[in-house]
């Protein structure tokens, strides 16, 4: 069975930086895109970063980019999330979620076949 697990979020100082992990069982690791989406109270679920099977390929929402690292490793079945000089705004649970086929764009949560049960990241001021 299919099964994502996340872990790593915690309660920081905006400027801090926290590591979000997702190990990965029951499913071909790496033929599958990686994704980290995340939602904030009373917001719709919102894309992250993504990663492609090979890793060669990232993608990084406005929001985040030059802040926040995705990367895989593929012999542990583990996508990381590196974040850095979070914000308050940053504030959300973090969901990592696999997909099996290819897609163009990996933006869209609806191209994603299995998510994980998210962790919470707090960031204060």
């Known amino acids: 069975q299919e099964e994502l697990v996340e872990s790593g979020g915690g309660l920081v100082q905006a400027g801090d930086s926290l590591r979000l992990s997702c190990a990965a069982s029951?499913?071909?690791?790496?033929?599958?895109?990686m994704a980290w989406f995340r939602q904030a109270p009373g917001k719709e679920r919102e894309f992250v970063a993504a990663?492609?099977?090979?890793?060669?390929?990232?993608y990084y929402a406005d929001s985040v980019k030059g802040r926040f690292t995705i990367s895989r490793d593929n012999a542990k079945n583990t996508v990381y999330l590196q974040m850095n000089s979070l914000k308050p705004e940053d504030t959300a649970v973090y969901y990592c979620?696999?997909?099996?086929?290819?897609?163009?764009?990996?933006?869209?949560?609806?191209?994603?076949?299995?998510w994980g049960q998210g962790t919470q990241v707090t960031v204060s001021s």
């Open positions: 990663i492609r099977r090979g890793g060669g390929s990232t």
């Open positions: 979620a696999a997909s099996g086929s290819w897609y163009s764009s990996l933006e869209y949560s609806r191209n994603y076949n299995y």
């Open positions: 029951g499913l071909t690791f790496s033929s599958a895109a």
